[in-house]
C-alpha cells in the first residue's frame, strides 16, 4: 500500500516523540510505501485533490536505558513528484495546530479526495467540526464543570464560585496560553484582557482539579477504542503536565472510569470519521479531545517492553478498513 502522511516540514520533527513519525515508521515496517508532503504543497486541479509528493525511508528510533534515540541523519527522501492523492491508499492530516485559516484551507482541499479510493484520517470535515476544547462539551457526563465565554463578569463570578479555575484558549495547543486563574488575584483583569483579547474572543474555564498534580494523563483511541495511554506529571511549580513544557510522563493503566469516558466517546468519534484521538484526562473528567495531529505513541511505547509498538496496531487498522470498505 502506498500512504501518504500531510506533516509539517520534516526537518523540524523530532523523531523520538512525534507520533506522524513513529506511524511512518510503522507502515515502512509492514511493508508500505511512505510518501510525505507539507500543508502547502497541496492543490486541487481538475475538481480532484494533489501534492507534490516525495518518498521518504526512516531509520527507526532505538531505544537506550529508558529513551529514544535518533540516527543522524533519521531519514532518507527523494525526488518531488505531482499526483493526485487518490492513488494513496490512505493519508494521514497530521499538521500540528494552530486550527488557523491555512490549516482550514487544507481540509477544505482534503475534501476533495475520492473517498471511495482512499482512505483519510482524520476526516477534514471532522476536524473542522472538533475544536479540541469545544468539542468535550458535548460529553456532559465526561467533563468537569465547564464555561466558555468573553465576558469578564461572567467569567470572574465563574472562578469565584469555585475558588480557583483554568481558563484555556480555545486554538491553544501543547498547554500554550494555559493559566490558573484565582479571582483573587490582582492581575485578574490583565489576565483577562490578554486572554480574551479585551472580550474579543471566548475562552474556556473549567474547575481547577487539584488531582492534575498527579498527573494528565493521555489516551489514545483508535476508531473509538482505547489502545494506550501515559501519565504526563508536572515538574516543580509548573501546573501542566504537558510533554512540550516538560512534563514527566510515567507508566499508567486506563481506570474503569477512564474506560466508560471512551465508551461515552466511541460512536460520535465513528461518526465524525475521527479515527486516530487522544484525550486528556485528569482525576477522572476528560478534559480535551486532541484530534489535529495527538501525540503519545513514542511515550506509550516507552513501557510495552516486548510488545509491537503502537504504530502497527494503527497501519493494521488501516489495512482492515480498506479491506471491508473498497
Not at 92 to 119: A, G, Q, W
Not at 133 to 162: H, N
Request: neutral net charge; contains cysteine.
Amino acid at each position: 500500500m502506498k500512504f501518504a502522511f500531510i506533516i509539517d516540514p520534516i526537518h523540524k520533527l523530532d523523531p523520538t516523540h512525534d507520533s506522524s513519525v513513529a506511524m511512518m515508521e510503522s507502515a515502512q515496517a509492514l511493508g508500505h510505501e511512505v510518501w510525505i508532503a507539507e500543508a502547502n504543497w497541496l492543490s486541487v486541479v481538475e475538481g480532484k485533490a494533489w501534492a507534490i509528493l516525495q518518498r521518504v525511508r526512516n531509520i527507526p528510533v532505538q531505544q537506550r536505558d529508558g529513551r529514544w534515540v535518533k540516527s543522524d541523519p533519521w531519514y532518507e527522501i527523494g525526488d518531488r513528484i505531482f499526483a493526485p492523492l487518490e492513488q494513496m491508499d490512505a493519508v494521514f492530516m497530521r499538521v500540528d495546530p494552530p486550527v488557523n485559516v491555512s490549516y482550514l484551507y487544507t481540509t477544505y482541499i482534503l475534501d476533495y479526495i475520492n473517498p471511495e479510493k482512499t482512505l483519510v484520517l482524520n476526516n477534514p470535515s471532522g476536524l473542522r467540526r472538533a475544536n479540541e476544547k469545544m468539542y468535550a462539551l458535548q460529553f456532559t457526563g465526561a467533563i468537569p464543570e465547564t464555561i466558555v465565554s468573553a465576558d469578564k463578569l461572567t467569567i470572574r463570578q465563574f472562578a469565584e464560585a469555585k475558588g480557583m479555575a483554568i481558563l484555556k484558549p480555545l486554538g491553544g495547543k501543547a498547554g500554550e496560553g494555559i493559566l490558573q486563574l484565582n479571582p483573587a488575584d490582582p492581575n485578574f483583569n490583565s489576565l483577562w484582557e490578554i486572554s480574551t483579547d479585551r472580550g474579543q474572543k471566548p475562552v474556556m474555564v473549567q474547575t481547577y482539579l487539584p488531582e492534575a498534580r498527579e498527573g494528565d494523563k493521555r489516551i489514545i483511541l483508535l476508531n473509538g477504542q482505547p489502545v494506550g495511554a501515559i501519565n504526563r506529571v508536572p515538574k516543580g511549580d509548573e501546573f501542566r503536565g504537558n510533554m512540550a513544557v516538560g512534563g514527566r510522563v510515567e507508566k499508567t493503566e486506563i481506570t474503569p472510569r477512564e474506560q466508560e469516558i471512551c465508551r461515552q466517546l466511541s460512536l460520535k468519534l465513528q461518526e465524525d470519521g475521527l479515527y486516530f484521538v487522544g484525550i486528556d484526562v485528569i482525576g477522572g473528567y476528560l478534559t480535551e479531545v486532541n484530534v489535529t495531529s495527538p501525540t503519545g505513541l513514542r511515550e506509550i511505547d516507552l513501557f510495552r517492553q516486548g510488545l509491537s509498538p503502537l504504530g502497527h496496531q494503527v497501519i493494521l487498522w488501516v489495512e482492515q478498513m480498506r479491506k471491508s470498505r473498497f
